[in-house]
C-alpha cells in the first residue's frame, strides 16, 4: 500500500504538471525505484497523497478547454485526455489498493459504474494497446489473431486485431476469441487485474485472451 500511494501521488504530480503548466515536450522523470523511496514517511504518506490528488482535481477544473501540452496518445484534445487519463489511472489503482491484502481482486468487491467501466475498456484497446511498446517480439506476431470485447450491460463491442502491433475499432466484427460481460468485469480483466476471466464469459480460442494478458502490461516507462 506504501507503494502504490507513493506511485499515484507521484503520477497524480506529474499529470498536474503537463495541464498546470502546458509543457509541450515530454519531461525527464524518476524511475520508479526513486519515485518509491522519495514518497513521504508513513504518518505523512495519507495526507500528501490527498494533497495531490485535490491538486490534480483542482487543475484539470480550472484548464483552459483549448489546452496545448504533451500527451501520449490520440484525444479529442489534450484536456480530455488528462482527465480521462488519470480517471483510469486512479481507478485501476483503486482496484489495486483493494487487493493488497493479498486476496484476489473480484468484481464483487466495488464494481466500477458501466458507463465508467466501458470508457476504461475503450481507451485501453483504442489508446494503450496500440502503443509501439506493445509491439511483438521479432518473428512473433506474423499471424494476426482477433478478440471481441463485449458488454453486456452497454451495448458497446470492440474488435481488436493482435499481431505484430495491436489494433482495435469500435463495434461487432468476427473474433477468434469472444469475451462477453459487464464492463467493470471485462475492464478488471482487460487491465490484468482479475487473476482468471472469472465471470466473463470466454468463447472460441482462449488463448487469443492469454496472448493479451502475456503482452498487455501497462508499466511506468
Not at 487519463?85 to 485501476?92: D, K, P, V
Not at 450491460?153 to 460481460?181: F, H, K, M, N, S
Amino acid at each position: 500500500m506504501r507503494d502504490l500511494l507513493r506511485h499515484l501521488g507521484y503520477v497524480h504530480r506529474w499529470a498536474a504538471g503537463y495541464v498546470g503548466q502546458a509543457r509541450r515536450t515530454m519531461v525527464k522523470d524518476l524511475p520508479e525505484n526513486e519515485i518509491l523511496r522519495a514518497g513521504p514517511a508513513d504518518e505523512a504518506l495519507l495526507g500528501w497523497f490527498t494533497d495531490g490528488l485535490g491538486e490534480l482535481a483542482r487543475t484539470l477544473r480550472s484548464a483552459e478547454q483549448g489546452l496545448v501540452c504533451w500527451t501520449f496518445f490520440d484525444a479529442p484534445s489534450p484536456l480530455a485526455f488528462w482527465a480521462r487519463r488519470q480517471a483510469h489511472e486512479t481507478a485501476i489503482h483503486r482496484a489495486d489498493a483493494q487487493g493488497a491484502d493479498g486476496g484476489a481482486v473480484t468484481p464483487a468487491i466495488s464494481p466500477f459504474p458501466a458507463r465508467f467501466a466501458a470508457d476504461g475498456i475503450d481507451e485501453l484497446l483504442t489508446g494503450f494497446a496500440p502503443r509501439s511498446r506493445f509491439r511483438a517480439k521479432t518473428g512473433q506476431g506474423d499471424k494476426v489473431r482477433s478478440m471481441l470485447v463485449r458488454a453486456t450491460d452497454t451495448g458497446d463491442e470492440w474488435l481488436a486485431e493482435i499481431g505484430a502491433r495491436i489494433t482495435a475499432r469500435r463495434g461487432p466484427g468476427p473474433g477468434q476469441c469472444v469475451l462477453a460481460g459487464r464492463a467493470s468485469d471485462l475492464y478488471l480483466l482487460l487491465w490484468n487485474r482479475l487473476p482468471d476471466p472469472g465471470p466473463v464469459t470466454v468463447s472460441g480460442d482462449g488463448t487469443v485472451l492469454e496472448g493479451w494478458r502475456a503482452r498487455v502490461r501497462v508499466t511506468w516507462h
